[in-house]
């Protein structure tokens, strides 16, 4: 009987994805090639036949999130008819995705504490791409009179770090409430509710007066 042929494509998606949930978890340093060998189901010859090192996997995994989020807020923005509804629409789309992808905040968050430590030069543009869809929509909204003068790095912070620590934190959260109901811990507010608010309370900071 003939063997069956792998399919590579689908061999390095697999890799990928028990890679990302790994790192989420257990950060780069804690993170083995055994650990994701392991979780895969492949064997370490083979990850290191797609992957040259663990580095190497690391800098794919976070490449691949950074480019697929900003090219989902990039797609969205081009039918955007206010400058509102860009900023809207830059939140609710992160938001959404981060709710999708629950390891991408986690591993965000990470490399945000150990001041990018495992991130290479290329991923340090990815990130600046990013907050530049975000720096860009306030410059212009700016120049349109629509928002006041802002300091871009501080605005993507306030909207990136609370929609991040909003749903890296939801465990917590839920079991605070059990211990003290008395606290109002947002325990129970779906995404789309913490999106609206950090748009409007965001919105209100820029708003001229």
């Given at each position: 009987?003939?063997?069956?042929?792998?399919?590579?494509?689908?061999?390095?998606?697999?890799?990928?994805?028990?890679?990302?949930?790994?790192?989420s978890k257990k950060g780069f340093d804690a993170t083995t090639m055994d650990d994701v060998a392991?979780?895969?189901?492949?064997?370490?010859?083979?990850?290191?036949?797609?992957?040259k090192n663990k580095s190497a996997l690391y800098s794919i995994v976070m490449s691949e999130l950074?480019?697929?989020?900003?090219?989902?807020?990039h797609k969205k923005q081009k039918n955007c008819e206010s400058i509102e509804e860009e900023l809207?629409?830059?939140?609710?789309?992160?938001?959404?995705?981060?709710?999708?992808?629950?390891?991408?905040?986690?591993?965000?968050?990470?490399?945000?504490?150990?001041?990018?430590?495992?991130?290479?030069?290329?991923?340090?543009?990815?990130?600046?791409?990013?907050?530049?869809?975000?720096?860009?929509?306030?410059?212009?909204?700016?120049?349109?009179?629509?928002?006041?003068?802002?300091?871009?790095?501080?605005?993507?912070?306030?909207?990136?770090?609370?929609?991040?620590?909003?749903?890296?934190?939801?465990?917590?959260?839920?079991?605070?409430?059990?211990?003290?109901?008395?606290?109002?811990?947002?325990?129970?507010?779906?995404?789309?509710?913490?999106?609206?608010?950090?748009?409007?309370?965001?919105?209100?900071?820029?708003?001229?007066?």
């Amino acid at each position: 009987m003939q063997k069956q042929k792998r399919d590579a494509k689908v061999t390095k998606e697999k890799i990928l994805v028990c890679a990302r949930e790994l790192f989420s978890k257990k950060g780069f340093d804690a993170t083995t090639m055994d650990d994701v060998a392991q979780r895969s189901g492949f064997n370490k010859a083979l990850i290191y036949y797609y992957f040259k090192n663990k580095s190497a996997l690391y800098s794919i995994v976070m490449s691949e999130l950074f480019d697929e989020i900003y090219e989902k807020i990039h797609k969205k923005q081009k039918n955007c008819e206010s400058i509102e509804e860009e900023l809207k629409t830059f939140i609710y789309t992160y938001t959404q995705y981060a709710y999708e992808h629950p390891y991408f905040p986690a591993l965000l968050l990470r490399e945000l504490s150990d001041s990018g430590a495992h991130l290479p030069e290329m991923m340090f543009e990815r990130m600046r791409r990013l907050f530049v869809l975000l720096s860009d929509i306030l410059a212009k909204g700016e120049r349109e009179g629509v928002f006041s003068h802002n300091i871009p790095m501080v605005i993507h912070f306030m909207i990136i770090g609370s929609i991040n620590l909003m749903i890296t934190t939801k465990p917590l959260r839920k079991k605070a409430i059990t211990l003290q109901n008395d606290i109002d811990t947002c325990a129970n507010c779906s995404m789309e509710m913490i999106a609206e608010y950090v748009f409007t309370t965001v919105k209100k900071s820029l708003e001229v007066k």
